[in-house]
């Protein structure tokens, strides 16, 4: 199992960002994949999920601003922010799983919204 993302990156407040995640060893159609964040000295947030079922799911800080989605074939879940805030800076990491009972992850990329 290997997830790999990409698409981190400095945008400036206002923008937006399309995150992408990779994923091999697993398929989309089987398996749910979540999106975290964490910002250095914060908890780990939990953003957005795309269930095997395609049912979706969004935290708080990003409902209404994100929207997850997934190419099957791909083998690619994807993440796009828009209306960036400096608050949404953090490393950005997808896993295999549902929210609290992730299992394999990705190394992150980063994302830095400057104002």
């Known amino acids: 199992v290997q997830l790999v993302e990409s698409g981190g990156g400095l945008v400036q407040s206002g923008g937006s960002l399309r995150l992408s995640c990779v994923v091999s060893?697993?398929?989309?159609?089987?398996?749910?994949v979540t999106w975290a964040r964490q910002a250095p000295g914060k908890a780990l947030e939990w953003v957005s999920a795309m269930y095997r079922s395609g049912s979706e799911f969004y935290g708080e800080s990003v409902r209404g601003r994100a929207t997850i989605s997934r190419d099957i074939a791909k083998s690619t879940v994807y993440l796009q922010i828009d209306s960036l805030k400096p608050e949404d800076t953090a490393v950005y990491f997808c896993?295999?799983?549902?929210?609290?009972?992730?299992?394999?992850r990705g190394q992150g990329t980063q994302v830095i919204v400057s104002s």
């Open positions: 060893g697993f398929t989309l159609d089987g398996s749910t």
């Open positions: 896993a295999k799983g549902v929210p609290y009972g992730i299992g394999a």
